[in-house]
């Protein structure tokens, strides 16, 4: 008798779950249920259509005879409302019932709503689907004046879609740097310059208290707490993500900020599998829990977690992941988890070339490169092999640095 699957969520971890299902399973049943209604497109480019720079065409990945093709079934604007795991069913939002072997929850998160008056006006965007990249794009090209919120690295994203289509804009920062757990100003600061040249001007030490309308509920002002008005025809918010662990409700899958899982991506029940953003995971690189919404992350996420559908135990999920950001004429990079750890070493090389690295117990746990991004398989070969850099700091951050620059165990290739 033929296995049954059913996956949540159509992202990118959710797909390359079918697919691999599909290789190791050719008799399976495979079911994807979505609430978007369109199949997988590529996020990582919506924002370059945003900014003006892409048709449509290429950000689609997958059209809905890809699933005809490999026998999945696709449901789209479906939400799933409930889970009963020891039934093995989930009901969606009409109340259709779906039976399950082996379910998988690629659910992801949903943009969070900043707790403001006039918060939801016309004229006030989030940045997550294509359906908002769409929205954005159309408002965005007839807009004089912009303000953007949120200092990390969809808020980057916003700004830089203005900065694209010439609106002249404010980005609001709370604080004194962007992204400001993983930089330092100095290194912030080559962000916030080129953000300058490009008419968008960084706002510190700042935020929203409320918005002010016109007669027709449309945006026209963001006053920030310290009673600062800016002008503002369009406003675009990322402030971070609420994880959409409210499908859990009633089931003793456990979960905090998002669903638990081991290195196998299991949860705690033998029949449950999570993938992508919703997961906090077993990091065998960091030795704890750990979330991370990386496209790459999420990809090998939903394939891990599918070989270990079929066979539990027979591929465990170890990856540094990275997001790189094109907006701007240097390049920059991020890797692992630049936010965290117990100590760090940066460098400065240049007006556009700076790295930090984030180190825990002393041993790499991540870090952020401007300008020169060579470093990085280094790095990266470093952090996934866990060597001890204590005391090389200094070293880390030779302008030139090679693997055979550290001392003992670090040395060796």
Request: glycine fraction near 10%; avoid cysteine; proline fraction near 3%.
């Amino acid at each position: 008798m033929s296995q049954s699957y059913v996956i949540v969520g159509d992202g990118i971890a959710g797909a390359s779950a079918a697919e691999t299902l599909r290789e190791e399973e050719p008799d399976a049943d495979i079911t994807i249920i979505t609430d978007e209604g369109e199949p997988l497109y590529n996020r990582i480019l919506i924002k370059e259509f945003a900014k003006g720079k892409l048709p449509e065409a290429p950000i689609s990945i997958h059209d809905e005879s890809w699933y005809d093709d490999r026998d999945v079934d696709l449901e789209l604007d479906t939400l799933v409302t409930d889970i009963d795991p020891e039934g093995h069913t989930v009901t969606a939002h009409d109340g259709t019932e779906y039976d399950y072997d082996k379910l998988l929850l690629a659910v992801g998160g949903t943009p969070t709503q900043l707790p403001v008056e006039n918060s939801d006006a016309e004229g006030i965007h989030h940045f997550w689907t294509f359906q908002d990249a769409r929205d954005i794009k159309e408002h965005i090209e007839g807009a004089d004046n912009s303000v953007v919120i949120g200092a990390g690295l969809l808020g980057i994203d916003l700004a830089a879609i203005t900065a694209a289509q010439e609106v002249e804009g404010k980005y609001l920062m709370r604080g004194k740097a962007w992204w400001r757990y993983a930089l330092s100003e100095e290194g912030a600061e080559i962000i916030h310059e080129a953000l300058r040249e490009r008419d968008v001007e960084p706002v510190f030490d700042s935020g929203v208290d409320h918005f002010e309308v016109d007669e027709n509920d449309r945006v026209t002002t963001a006053v920030d707490p310290n009673g600062d008005r800016y002008d503002a025809d369009f406003v675009g918010i990322a402030i971070g993500l609420n994880f959409n662990t409210e499908i859990l409700g009633g089931t003793d899958i456990e979960y905090d900020n998002g669903i638990y899982t081991d290195e196998f991506m299991r949860t705690n029940h033998e029949d449950i599998f999570a993938a992508g953003d919703i997961t906090e995971f077993h990091d065998l690189i960091l030795g704890d829990r750990a979330q991370n919404g990386a496209w790459g992350s999420a990809k090998e996420q939903g394939t891990i977690a599918a070989k270990n559908m079929v066979d539990y135990g027979s591929e465990e999920f170890r990856w540094v992941s990275s997001y790189s950001i094109t907006h701007f004429d240097f390049p920059f990079l991020s890797f692992g988890h630049p936010t965290l750890g117990d100590d760090h070493v940066e460098a400065k090389y240049s007006d556009t070339e700076w790295r930090r690295l984030a180190i825990k117990d002393g041993k790499i746990v991540g870090g952020v490169l401007i300008g020169d991004l060579s470093p990085q398989t280094k790095y990266k070969k470093l952090m996934r092999e866990q060597v001890d850099v204590s005391g090389q700091k200094e070293v880390l951050v030779k302008q030139d640095f090679q693997l055979d620059d550290l001392e003992g165990a670090a040395a060796e290739q």
